[in-house]
């Protein structure tokens, strides 16, 4: 669905499935009225099961619907909350709120990623919370599985141990590892880079180069690159 409201971005999703016998990724985009604009979260289940996917619909929309004011650590917690009530299940969540003076300020758990992109430079702002960051940071050998191993989540996460960031720039990438691990920095800028694209060419060229994994992508437009009077709304996960 699209919908008009000045001053908001242009922004939009992809899912898909892939290879998994179901998609436990979700979105979730919340502008509560007179708010200060749009909360986007993205969460990926913890497995591959109908409690995975539950879990991450549940994360994504109570973290979207958390208001601003309360910033985006309090929105990985509200999700937190609504994920413990469920009698199983568990995801990975990357939030984005608006800043005050523009951009965003992120919170993460797991390894859901944002990036800023203003058209011409992507740049990476979170940092996996994976086994193999946690041993690549003491200069430790890393093994391929470690990548998919993940040390915070939303069920399990401690307040101290969510990440933050923040960006000044109006461009925002959220995607699950279904994207990021296939395409990497540089398979993701080659495709944001071809004119008119965005989170739907994001999943397909994730697939096309052999991902494994449901990939999910949440992209927001760099004002230069949108008509900052429309705004897509898909329904909220």
Same mark, same amino acid.
């Given at each position: &669905?699209?919908?008009?409201?000045?001053?908001?971005?242009?922004?939009?999703?992809?899912?898909?499935?892939? +290879?998994?016998?179901?998609?436990? =990724?979700?979105?979730?985009?919340?502008?509560?009225?007179?708010?200060?604009?749009?909360?986007?979260?993205?969460? =990926?289940?913890?497995? /591959?099961?109908?409690?995975?996917?539950?879990?991450?619909?549940?994360?994504?929309?109570?973290?979207?619907? $958390?208001?601003?004011?309360?910033?985006?650590?309090?929105?990985?917690?509200?999700?937190?909350?609504?994920?413990?009530?469920?009698?199983?299940? /568990?995801?990975?969540?990357?939030?984005? &709120?608006?800043?005050?003076?523009?951009?965003?300020?992120?919170?993460?758990?797991?390894?859901?990623?944002?990036?800023?992109?203003?058209? $011409?430079?992507? @740049? !990476?702002? @979170?940092? =996996?919370?994976? !086994?193999?960051?946690?041993?690549?940071?003491?200069?430790? +050998?890393?093994?391929?599985? &470690?990548?998919?191993?993940? @040390?915070?989540?939303?069920?399990?996460?401690?307040?101290?141990?969510?990440? @933050?960031?923040?960006?000044?720039?109006?461009?925002?990438?959220?995607?699950?590892?279904?994207?990021?691990?296939?395409?990497?920095?540089?398979?993701?800028?080659?495709?944001?880079?071809?004119?008119?694209?965005?989170?739907?060419?994001?999943? /397909?060229?994730? !697939?096309?180069?052999?991902?494994?994994?449901?990939?999910?992508?949440?992209?927001?437009?760099?004002?230069?690159?949108? =008509?900052? $009077? $429309?705004?897509?709304?898909?329904?909220?996960?």
């Amino acid at each position: &669905m699209i919908t008009t409201r000045p001053g908001y971005p242009r922004w939009h999703t992809a899912s898909a499935q892939g +290879p998994r016998s179901l998609n436990a =990724d979700a979105v979730g985009a919340y502008a509560a009225a007179g708010g200060p604009g749009i909360v986007f979260a993205l969460a =990926d289940g913890v497995g /591959d099961d109908p409690a995975a996917a539950r879990a991450a619909r549940t994360a994504a929309a109570a973290a979207a619907r $958390t208001p601003v004011h309360k910033g985006p650590v309090e929105a990985v917690l509200a999700a937190q909350r609504a994920v413990r009530e469920l009698g199983g299940g /568990d995801a990975v969540l990357v939030v984005a &709120m608006p800043a005050e003076h523009g951009g965003y300020r992120i919170a993460w758990v797991g390894d859901s990623r944002a990036y800023a992109w203003d058209g $011409t430079a992507l @740049t !990476l702002l @979170t940092t =996996d919370h994976t !086994l193999a960051e946690y041993f690549r940071a003491r200069h430790q +050998p890393v093994t391929p599985r &470690m990548e998919h191993v993940v @040390t915070t989540s939303v069920r399990t996460t401690e307040p101290h141990e969510i990440g @933050t960031a923040e960006t000044t720039s109006a461009g925002l990438l959220l995607t699950s590892d279904g994207v990021h691990k296939p395409l990497t920095g540089g398979g993701i800028r080659a495709v944001l880079a071809q004119p008119g694209t965005g989170a739907a060419e994001l999943v /397909d060229a994730a !697939l096309a180069r052999g991902g494994s994994d449901n990939a999910t992508a949440i992209y927001v437009e760099p004002l230069e690159a949108a =008509d900052s $009077t $429309t705004v897509r709304f898909p329904v909220a996960a």
